[in-house]
């Protein structure tokens, strides 16, 4: 399985008037955590574009435990558990700067081509890129 980890701060602007993150925040730190993770196997989702791949949020499933605060320094986990085919699936975990669990998502992203808008496979530099993560996994 691949994994990565991200820090992210919690900006004064993305508290609520509880001065606890806005539910809808969640969603952008882990569409971040997932760019971040692609990034450090050596491609972006901005090449993938290019290339004429587009990855569009196929289900969203978001578990709310604990609230986040203004200033808090939270790790955002990210593991992609199985090697992908024709969509990608990322598990998402966010602990704040004391280890708690307080928030969990999993998200699944389609390949689709974006000229005819149909799904395809996953593109073989990133299928490449992942392989070693699974290779002792079978």
Known sequence: MYQ???K???RYGETDKMGQVYYGYY???YEQSRTEAIRKLGSTYKELEDSGILMPVTRMEVKFIKPASYDDMLTVKTTVPELPHKNIEFHHEI???EG???NKAVIQLLFLSA???KVVIIPDDLLNKLKP???NEQ
């Open 4 to 6: 990565d980890e991200l």
């Open 8 to 10: 992210i701060r919690v």
């Open 27 to 29: 969603s952008l730190y």
């Open 95 to 97: 602990v704040n700067g």
């Open 100 to 102: 708690d669990l307080i």
């Open 115 to 117: 000229d005819k808008k």
């Open 133 to 135: 993560y699974f290779s």
